[in-house]
């Protein structure tokens, strides 16, 4: 079993910075990959962004490229979404997620993630 708490969400302008922060605690594996997804309401829940615990690889939807970065704490369980340039679009509830192992084409399946978090809102206003 894992948990995970985010945090970090909030009322921001476009153009400005967040940093969204995921706290895994429970039995989390070297071999682990953390995701973030972000949904808006009567949308599905849409990949972000990736990395592995181990080795640090990452992915990301093509949508944030270059504006999030994704890293990780390994000392403190943290998993964390730098997100700059923010835009209006970027306005959803995020959630960060855990899945077993890397498998680069499948890495943004929804269904291949076996725990969530209760997510945090991210709003911009434009």
């Known amino acids: 079993q894992v948990q995970l708490v985010e945090s970090g969400g909030g009322l921001v302008q476009a153009g400005d910075s967040l940093r969204l922060s995921c706290a895994a605690s429970?039995?989390?594996?070297?071999?682990?990959?953390m995701g973030w997804f972000r949904q808006v309401p009567g949308k599905g829940r849409e990949f972000v962004a990736a990395?592995?615990?181990?080795?640090?690889?990452?992915s990301y939807a093509d949508s944030v490229k270059g504006r999030f970065t994704i890293s990780r704490d390994n000392a403190k369980n943290t998993v964390y979404l730098q997100m700059n340039s923010l835009k209006f679009e970027d306005t959803a509830v995020y959630y960060c997620?855990?899945?077993?192992?890397?498998?680069?084409?499948?890495?943004?399946?929804?269904?291949?993630?076996?725990?969530w978090g209760q997510g945090t809102q991210v709003t911009v206003s434009s």
């Open positions: 429970g039995s989390v594996f070297s071999s682990y990959v």
């Open positions: 997620a855990v899945r077993r192992s890397w498998v680069t084409a499948t890495i943004h399946w929804l269904s291949e993630y076996e725990y």
């Open positions: 990395i592995r615990w181990r080795g640090g690889s990452t």
